[in-house]
Nanobody, 115 residues
Framework: QVQLVESGGGLVQPGGSLRLSCVVS????????MGWYRQAPGKQRELVAH???????NYADFVKGRFTISRDNTKNTVYLQMNSLKPEDTAVYYC?????????WGQGTQVTVSS
């Protein structure tokens, strides 16, 4: 069964940057639609960004211009570069991989934006 392992979360001051990584443990990573989602305390999980196998991307309005999703198919890894972080970006960030036959989540990584 495929596994997703996120890393890169932590505590950062407002205006700072973090880069999240998610490694997928199989050999068909290149076919997956990869996504980053987040869930703040007391709120529903929400989409942050998607990247398709062909490299097309989409972003939630609240991160446009600040976050960048990318993928490296040679490393089975998807990234989320987060710049100009705000306190409201504080959440657990989850990686997701999706294909016609699977839908898998990572365990999440905490991002806290605070001074």
């Amino acid at each position: 069964q495929v596994q997703l392992v996120e890393s890169g979360g932590g505590l950062v001051q407002p205006g700072g940057s973090l880069r999240l990584s998610c490694v997928v443990s199989d050999n068909i990573f290149s076919i997956y639609i990869m996504g980053w989602y987040r869930q703040a305390p007391g709120k529903q999980r929400e989409l942050v960004a998607h990247i398709w196998p062909n490299g097309n991307v989409n972003y939630a309005d609240f991160v446009k211009g600040r976050f960048t999703i990318s993928r490296d198919n040679t490393k089975n890894t998807v990234y989320l570069q987060m710049n100009s972080l705000k306190p409201e970006d504080t959440a657990v960030y989850y990686c997701n991989s999706r294909s016609q036959i699977s839908d898998t989540w990572g365990q999440g990584t905490q991002v806290t934006v605070s001074s």
